[in-house]
């Protein structure tokens, strides 16, 4: 790592400890597990997402409360659940809604906190459209992906809003639809895909964040099997409490942690390793992770929404049923959660 990163994070640990934990040019993390050893399995691949997570690794924070922890990144063609169900001592991390169809179809499988207290779902217009609300969009076209058909049908709904037109775009040159006037409006990530608008237009897009219209949704969401849950909880609860601490340092340090990210996990080559890049999407990831609650309260996740939700994402066809809250949530393993 470069020097002026080092300075950063020296505040955290001695120097010499540091050195030791940073001067390697990739994190042992790629290791096969051992039996002992608990995977985080992500559902992406390494980047600002899980800054969280990658901090508390780099610093030793989960070695200091006694877990040995692999974090994995995402591989293509992978389904989260279905990994965590068929690997033990693993703990994975998924949008809500594909947790609750897990659970709708079988799998023995609860969340137990939340990276992010919303969806980053949102939709993003031309800077210069003057559409601020989504009333604005009656009568106009928004593209969205496949996932997010149902979704637009669901807030829609909510907001009586039947005139907004909604059409499938695929992922690939979807801004040159926006760009070009095809759509008035266009699915994206908020914590990632506006900063790439941005540097193509010059301008940051406008942008309806969709947990403001009634997607009422948690992200980058912990989960396991109630067989962890059942046999490991003090392992589980460890590793929240030494991931949470990682989220509050990663917070505190944007511009250091995100240039760690950068320079250490990033695939080479990816948009990942432009630290300028990290840092802005690390900023807005920060917003995701701490709405509407305090410090004290990271990771918390509140029954009655996860509830509300679940059923509504049932009635629009997002999931196939909505499991009750005692079989999808355990609230016993993360002190800070509702």
Partial sequence: MKRRSLLKFSSYLGATVLLTRLGQTKPALAQSAEPDVLTMQLDWVFNVQFAGLLLAEQLGLYQDKGVNVVIKPWESGMIVPEEVVKNPLTIGCAEQNLILDAQAQGAPIKAIATMFQASPYALMMMPDSGLTTLADLAGKTVGVHVDGLKVMELVKGVNNLPTIEVVEVPYENKLDRLIQGEVAALQCYAVDEPIGFAQQVGEAPLLLPMDQYGYNAYAQTFFTTTTVLEQQPDQVSAFLEASFEGWKRALADI???????????????????DVDYQTQSLALVGEYVMRGISEAELGVISAAQWQETAELMADYGIITAAPSVEASLDLSVWPGTL
């Fill in 255 to 273: 511009s250091g942690t995100a240039q760690m990210v950068a320079e250490i996990y990033a695939e080479p080559d990816s948009k990942y390793t």
